[in-house]
T-cell receptor, first 114, second 113 residues
Framework: GENVEQHPSTLSVQEGDSAVIKCTYS??????FPWYKQELGKGPQLIID?????GEKKDQRIAVTLNKTAKHFSLHITETQPEDSAVYFC?????????????FGSGTRLSIRP | DGGITQSPKYLFRKEGQNVTLSCEQN?????MYWYRQDPGQGLRLIYY???????QKGDIAEGYSVSREKKESFPLTVTSAQKNPTAFYLC????????????FGDGTRLSIL
């Protein structure tokens, strides 16, 4: 079945620097890749997503890139701020006529140092 | 405001007891999902439902049961057959169709007394 690997498991960056989180997926038929941010005691919140017909997508300080050939996708956060500290999950989904099932990576705990 | 409400936020269960976790959404979503989250791990799918009166097992359905009698509600019962029920449980919902993002509630933390 589909497997999603996420690295690193923890990441600490200086405020203002950039953070990069990388994921790989196993099922080449996957075509939808959302990223979620989870703050302590809360549910995950969708922050950005990308579909397989697009190589890159940006939304203000966050961007996601997708390499379908290598089955890699990455989250980039620029000019990091204290409120970026959270756990980030990548995910992959193989859309079909049934429910949109999502396979999650194991998460990256991002800490922003002041 | 539209959203997903999970209750209670914290729940304690005695050994051998069944317990039911509530999930209600007012987003008019057809599909609903239950996930389990353990420390240091990603979310694992327990059950999902695409439409009222229909649901399917996810990857870790053993020891759990669900019902979907109303579009807005998707309760999860953790039965005594679940040997390691202590975890953070998350409910989500989405529209049906391709590439529909899932919206999550704020979870219920279940602990065994």
């Amino acid at each position: 079945g589909e497997n999603v690997e996420q690295h690193p498991s923890t990441l600490s960056v200086q405020e203002g620097d950039s953070a990069v989180i990388k994921c790989t997926y196993s099922d080449s038929a996957s075509n939808y890749f959302p990223w979620y941010k989870q703050e302590l005691g809360k549910g995950p919140q969708l922050i950005i997503d990308i579909r397989s017909n697009v190589g890159e997508k940006k939304d203000q300080r966050i961007a996601v890139t997708l390499n379908k050939t290598a089955k890699h996708f990455s989250l980039h956060i620029t000019e990091t701020q204290p409120e970026d500290s959270a756990v980030y999950f990548c995910a992959a989904s193989k859309e079909n006529s049934s429910a949109s099932k999502i396979i999650f990576g194991s998460g990256t705990r991002l800490s922003i140092r002041p | 405001d539209g959203g997903i409400t999970q209750s209670p936020k914290y729940l304690f269960r005695k050994e051998g007891q069944n317990v039911t976790l509530s999930c209600e959404q007012n987003l008019n979503h057809d599909a609903m999902y239950w996930y389990r989250q353990d420390p240091g791990q990603g979310l694992r799918l327990i059950y999902y439902s695409q439409i009222v009166n229909d649901f399917q097992k996810g990857d870790i359905a053993e020891g759990y049961s669900v019902s979907r009698e109303k579009k807005e509600s998707f309760p999860l019962t953790v039965t005594s057959a679940q040997k390691n029920p202590t975890a953070f449980y998350l409910c989500a919902s989405s529209n049906r169709g391709r590439g529909q993002p899932q919206h999550f509630g704020d979870g219920t933390r279940l602990s065994i007394l």
